[in-house]
């Protein structure tokens, strides 16, 4: 199908593409990689007047070191995040995420910033973001601001973005030595996950010191398994300590039901691969 | 799809009656709708709902179905086509109220929503989620221009329309906010150009009629509520139609080269 007529404009900095996106008035979207927004368009569930493509915007792309944040643009892809040795060094739990995401066509295409912005609930790479405690560097018209992950997702599809704004990069606080694992459930290959679980733990002598986890796709939001994380704090890391921390993942938990699963069966899930998450990253 | 809501206002019971059976005061509270037209107990109208990259405009009609005043009951059914032509809404909503004891009113508000189209495909059970949360902000709407202005000229709207389109069915019934005001289908006739400062070229689609489900629908403004919800039925409908229209063609070409 065809999209509806829209004005294009590419520009090729920051400063440009938000006075573009002011020009352009409360319609207007931002087009980032495209792999979500292209196929809403064809399919005339939105119609925007205006697309302000970032695709020329050199200064969102790449991944670089800033103190004891790792910085990265909005627009470097899922493909440049996979195979960046700073984010394998520094942010683990990112990559194992942004492995699972999609398929290698989308991967090569689609951002890291556009998956973010867009904000859906069974994206992978928020709860990573989410997990790691990110702060996301927003530009508008009145400069720069900077939103924590956990007051950036507000609802489905729905972000601290105004309509006006565009994410410029994200900061993950280096998490260097931390181990990683991203479990993800589908019901058949490149599925959105129907319930997935980012974790993260730094271990010390046989000892889990700190831990991160957070669920994808059990709200409307990810979601920090907190009672998860407190639990594993401070034990040792072996298999009955994880088996009793990952019967809390659904703790507080409501997640929608669609024809795929139902809420009892969603939080079975999240249990179970929660323990399966924490089990790899582990190595226990 | 079934939606249950409830609300209590601190108005007298008459009141808020006069407010229910009132279009004009009724689809202010519907989050995006707006009313184009109102003839006796039909009106037309428009709804916008935006989520995310989702921005759709329903257009449609409504209109109160049994305004019983004795039992405090008034039945809304409205539909709405998406400008756009990706889908359309319906819903019939039942709303009754009951005066409480401080003086106040309650009212139940009980929806039937229908939705089919593209929406659904991008739905994924997010639209009964969206649905709920609609109906909850114009639950809250209503309550909230109840209490202000207690008069008969309050806002509130208590009715909700209720689309049906009739078209698919539903889903099981989700919990949430009931206060649905209808979507409306409609006629996208008259709204189209409005339509297009949105989208741009819908304006000069073809007006698409919706076949009210149940019932007949006046003309009514279309408040859609709940538009994402519901399609997937449809969609999943659209591969059995194709087929069948496949099958049917097939069979024509066959039975005409036979005759030869």
């Known amino acids: ?284 | 799809m079934r939606l249950d809501h409830e609300f209590t206002v601190p108005a007298p019971l008459e009141e808020v009656w006069q407010a229910v059976i009132d279009p004009e005061r009724v689809a202010p509270c519907m989050p995006g709708a707006a009313l184009t037209k109102v003839e006796g107990d039909s009106f037309t109208g428009t709804v916008k709902v935006k989520l995310g990259p989702i921005s759709l405009l329903y257009k449609g009609s409504g209109e109160f179905l049994e305004k019983d005043e004795a039992a405090r009951k008034v039945v809304i059914k409205a539909a709405g086509k998406d400008s756009r032509g990706g889908g359309t809404a319906a819903a019939t909503v039942t709303v009754t109220l009951s005066s409480t004891a401080d003086g106040g009113t309650h009212g139940d508000v009980a929806s039937d929503i229908a939705i089919t189209g593209r929406p659904a495909q991008f739905g994924r059970g997010l639209i009964s989620e969206v649905g709920g949360k609609l109906l909850d902000t114009f639950a809250g709407n209503l309550a909230e221009s109840l209490r202000t202005d207690s008069g008969a000229g309050a806002a509130p709207g208590s009715a909700a329309a209720s689309a049906g389109s009739g078209s698919v069915s539903t889903a099981p019934a989700t919990a949430a906010a009931p206060a649905t005001e209808a979507a409306a289908k409609g006629d996208l006739a008259e709204q189209s150009a409005a339509d297009s400062a949105e989208a741009g070229s819908s304006a000069s689609k073809p007006q698409l009629r919706s076949v009210p489900s149940g019932g007949s629908t006046g003309e009514t403004e279309a408040i859609d509520l709940l538009d994402y919800a519901g399609q997937s039925v449809a969609k999943r409908l659209i591969p059995v139609a194709a087929g069948a229209a496949v099958l049917f063609v097939v069979f024509m070409i066959i039975r005409a080269l036979r005759r030869r």
């Open chain 1, 1 to 284: 199908m065809i999209p509806a007529p829209f004005e294009y404009v590419a520009p090729s900095s920051v400063d440009e593409a938000v006075q573009a996106l002011a020009a352009a008035g409360e319609d207007a979207k931002v087009l980032a990689g495209g792999q979500s927004l292209l196929p809403v368009l064809r399919m005339r569930l939105a119609a925007p007047t205006t697309l302000v493509d970032l695709r020329k915007v050199a200064e969102l792309r790449g991944v670089r070191e800033d103190g004891g944040d790792l910085v990265i643009g909005a627009m470097t892809t899922h493909y440049d995040v996979q195979r960046d040795p700073l984010v394998a060094e520094h942010a683990a739990l990112l990559k194992a995420a942004t492995d699972t995401v999609a398929d290698p066509q989308v991967r090569h295409r689609g951002t890291f910033g556009g998956a973010i912005a867009h904000a859906d609930p069974a994206g992978d790479l928020a709860a990573p973001v989410l997990a790691m405690d990110a702060s996301l560097v927003i530009a508008g018209p009145g400069g720069r601001r900077t939103v924590a992950a956990a007051d950036f997702f507000q609802d489905f599809f729905t972000t601290a973005l105004a309509p006006d704004e565009l994410l410029v990069e994200v900061r993950l606080p280096k998490h260097t030595g931390w181990r990683a694992h991203y479990e993800k459930f589908t019901r058949v290959a490149q599925a959105w996950s129907m319930v997935a679980v980012a974790a993260t733990v730094r271990t010390e002598g046989g000892v889990i010191e700190e831990a991160r986890v957070a669920l994808t796709n059990m709200g409307s939001t990810p979601v920090r398994a907190v009672a998860v994380e407190q639990a594993l704090v401070g034990a040792s890391a072996n298999a009955d300590v994880i088996r009793a921390a990952a019967a809390h993942a659904a703790d507080g938990t409501s997640p929608a039901a669609d024809g795929n699963s139902d809420v009892e069966y969603r939080q079975h899930l999240a249990r179970v691969l929660t323990g399966r998450a924490l089990t790899a990253a582990v190595g226990a």
